[in-house]
C-alpha cells in the first residue's frame, strides 16, 4: 500500500491565465498541495513534469481537443505513476469517455465550485476515478463499473501491444523486463478472454479502452 503523502505536488496547464491563477489561488489555501508550475501550451507540459517530477496535473482542454487528448497519452506513456485531472468547458459524453481510456483519473467542468476541484484530487490521490456531479448528470452509465478493470501499467502494456510491440520493446520502452511484461500481457489474455494479440486488440477497441 502506498504512504499517504503529507503534500502533493502539482502541474497546471490551461491556456487562459486567469483560469491558471483561479486554480492556483485554490490550491494554495490548503496545506496538503503545492503547485509548482504552470503553462498556457501542452506542448510544454511534458518537459515540466520531466523537470519538476509532480505528483498530479491538471489539464484544461478548452483548447483543441484532440492536442489534449495527445498530451494525455503521451503522459500516461511517458510518465505512468502521475495522476491527471482534466478540467474542460464542454459537456460532451463522447469526450470524456475517450479521455478516461486514455488514463485521465478525473473530469470536472469548470463550472464546479471549489469543493468539487479539491475532492477531485483527493480522490484521485487515494487511488480512485472522479467525476463532478455536473459529469454524472450527463450519462448515468459512467457510474457502473467498466466491464474490465485494468491498473496503469497494464493500460501502457495494452496500448503498447496495440502498436505492433514485442515483450522485449515493450519492456525497453516503459523500462521493465521481459518477463514482467510477458506477466502483464498473460493477465490482460485472461480479463479480456482473448486467444492472441488481435483478438485482446480487437476487444480492448470494442470495449473503447483503446481509441483506434
Known amino acids: 500500500m502506498t504512504k499517504k503523502k503529507?503534500?502533493?505536488?502539482?502541474?497546471?496547464?490551461?491556456?487562459?491565465?486567469?483560469?491558471?491563477?483561479?486554480?492556483?489561488?485554490?490550491?494554495?489555501?490548503?496545506?496538503?498541495?503545492?503547485?509548482?508550475?504552470?503553462?498556457?501550451?501542452?506542448?510544454?507540459?511534458?518537459?515540466?513534469?520531466?523537470e519538476q517530477n509532480p505528483d498530479g496535473v491538471l489539464i484544461g482542454v478548452s483548447m483543441q481537443s484532440s492536442s489534449a487528448i495527445q498530451i494525455i497519452r503521451d503522459i500516461r506513456t511517458r510518465f505512468p505513476r502521475i495522476k491527471i485531472v482534466v478540467i474542460d468547458t464542454k459537456e460532451d459524453v463522447n469526450e470524456i469517455v475517450t479521455i478516461l481510456r486514455l488514463g485521465a483519473q478525473g473530469y470536472i467542468l469548470k463550472q464546479c465550485d471549489k469543493g468539487e476541484i479539491?475532492?477531485?484530487?483527493?480522490?484521485?490521490?487515494?487511488?480512485?476515478?472522479?467525476?463532478?456531479?455536473?459529469?454524472?448528470k450527463?450519462?448515468?452509465?459512467?457510474?457502473?463499473?467498466?466491464a474490465v478493470l485494468l491498473s496503469e501499467r497494464e493500460l501502457?502494456?495494452?496500448?503498447?501491444?496495440?502498436?505492433?510491440?514485442?515483450?522485449?520493446?515493450?519492456?525497453?520502452?516503459?523500462?521493465?523486463s521481459e518477463h514482467t511484461v510477458a506477466s502483464h500481457r498473460k493477465n490482460l489474455?485472461?480479463?479480456?478472454e482473448a486467444g492472441n494479440n488481435v483478438d485482446l486488440v480487437i476487444k480492448a477497441i470494442k470495449e473503447r479502452i483503446i481509441i483506434p
Open 189 to 192: 489474455m485472461r480479463k479480456f
Open 138 to 146: 450527463l450519462n448515468k452509465s459512467l457510474e457502473a463499473e467498466p
Open 118 to 136: 479539491l475532492d477531485a484530487l483527493r480522490t484521485v490521490f487515494a487511488g480512485k476515478t472522479f467525476f463532478c456531479h455536473n459529469v454524472m
Open 156 to 176: 501502457q502494456v495494452l496500448s503498447l501491444i496495440s502498436e505492433g510491440m514485442t515483450n522485449r520493446e515493450i519492456g525497453e520502452k516503459i523500462f521493465i
Open 6 to 50: 503529507d503534500k502533493y505536488s502539482l502541474l497546471i496547464a490551461d491556456p487562459n491565465y486567469l483560469i491558471r491563477q483561479g486554480l492556483r489561488a485554490i490550491f494554495d489555501s490548503e496545506s496538503f498541495y503545492d503547485v509548482i508550475g504552470d503553462t498556457d501550451a501542452y506542448e510544454n507540459l511534458s518537459e515540466l513534469i520531466k
